[in-house]
C-alpha cells in the first residue's frame, strides 16, 4: 500500500469532499474517474488536462499503468511517474480505479463496491485515507522513520 504521508491524506481527503459536492464523477473520463479524481488533486491539473494527456495512447487507467514506460516521453506516463513519487504505486492506483484493495475494502466494511459508483468511490476514498492516517501516526513516533517521508519530494515536477 502507498506509503503514508500527510499530503497523500489530505490528497484523499480532498478528492473525497470533492465527489461528496457532486464534483463531475464519470468513470470512462480519465480525469474524471476514481483516478483522475485522486491525480487532480496530487498533480494540480485539470480534469481535461489529464484526459487529454491520457488520449494520447488508448486504454483506461488500469491498461496505461500496466503500459507503464518511465522513458516513453508521453505526458500520462510523466503523470504516473509523478504519482509513483509522491508514494503510490501502480497497484495503489489500479485497486483504486477498481475499488479493489482488499485492506481498503475491510476497513470500509465491504467485500465489494461498485467501481463506477460514486458513492462506492466516497466510501472507499474514506476508508483509504482512515488506514493512510492510522499507518502515519503509528510511524509518527519513529524519527527515523519521519525522517525519511519527510525528506521525500512530494510536490510533482512540472509535466
Same mark, same amino acid.
Given at each position: 500500500?502507498? #506509503?503514508?504521508?500527510? /499530503?497523500?491524506?489530505?490528497?484523499?481527503?480532498?478528492?473525497?469532499?470533492?465527489?461528496?459536492?457532486?464534483?463531475?464523477?464519470? &468513470?470512462?473520463?480519465?480525469?474524471?474517474?476514481?483516478?483522475?479524481?485522486?491525480?487532480?488533486?496530487? /498533480?494540480?491539473?485539470?480534469?481535461?488536462?489529464?484526459?487529454?494527456?491520457?488520449?494520447?495512447?488508448?486504454?483506461? &487507467?488500469?491498461?496505461?499503468?500496466?503500459?507503464?514506460?518511465?522513458?516513453?516521453?508521453?505526458?500520462?506516463?510523466?503523470? #504516473?511517474?509523478?504519482?509513483?513519487?509522491?508514494?503510490?504505486?501502480?497497484?495503489?492506483?489500479?485497486?483504486?480505479?477498481?475499488?479493489?484493495?482488499?485492506?481498503?475494502?475491510?476497513?470500509?466494511?465491504?467485500?465489494? /463496491?461498485?467501481?463506477?459508483?460514486?458513492?462506492?468511490?466516497?466510501?472507499?476514498?474514506?476508508?483509504?485515507?482512515?488506514?493512510?492516517?492510522?499507518? &502515519?501516526?503509528? #510511524?509518527?513516533?519513529?524519527?527515523?522513520?519521519?525522517?525519511?517521508?519527510?525528506?521525500?519530494?512530494?510536490?510533482?515536477?512540472?509535466?
Amino acid at each position: 500500500m502507498a #506509503i503514508a504521508h500527510p /499530503l497523500l491524506i489530505e490528497a484523499l481527503r480532498s478528492a473525497t469532499r470533492k465527489l461528496e459536492t457532486h464534483a463531475d464523477y464519470q &468513470w470512462g473520463h480519465m480525469g474524471s474517474c476514481n483516478c483522475g479524481h485522486l491525480a487532480q488533486h496530487l /498533480l494540480k491539473l485539470n480534469k481535461d488536462e489529464i484526459h487529454e494527456a491520457a488520449m494520447e495512447r488508448s486504454g483506461d &487507467w488500469t491498461e496505461h499503468l500496466n503500459d507503464y514506460c518511465p522513458s516513453s516521453g508521453l505526458r500520462m506516463d510523466q503523470m #504516473i511517474d509523478e504519482l509513483l513519487k509522491l508514494g503510490l504505486s501502480r497497484k495503489d492506483l489500479q485497486n483504486l480505479e477498481r475499488l479493489s484493495d482488499p485492506q481498503v475494502l475491510k476497513k470500509a466494511g465491504k467485500g465489494y /463496491l461498485v467501481h463506477n459508483k460514486r458513492e462506492d468511490v466516497i466510501a472507499y476514498l474514506k476508508a483509504w485515507s482512515s488506514l493512510m492516517e492510522e499507518e &502515519w501516526a503509528s #510511524i509518527r513516533n519513529t524519527p527515523a522513520e519521519v525522517n525519511r517521508v519527510l525528506e521525500t519530494e512530494w510536490y510533482p515536477q512540472s509535466l
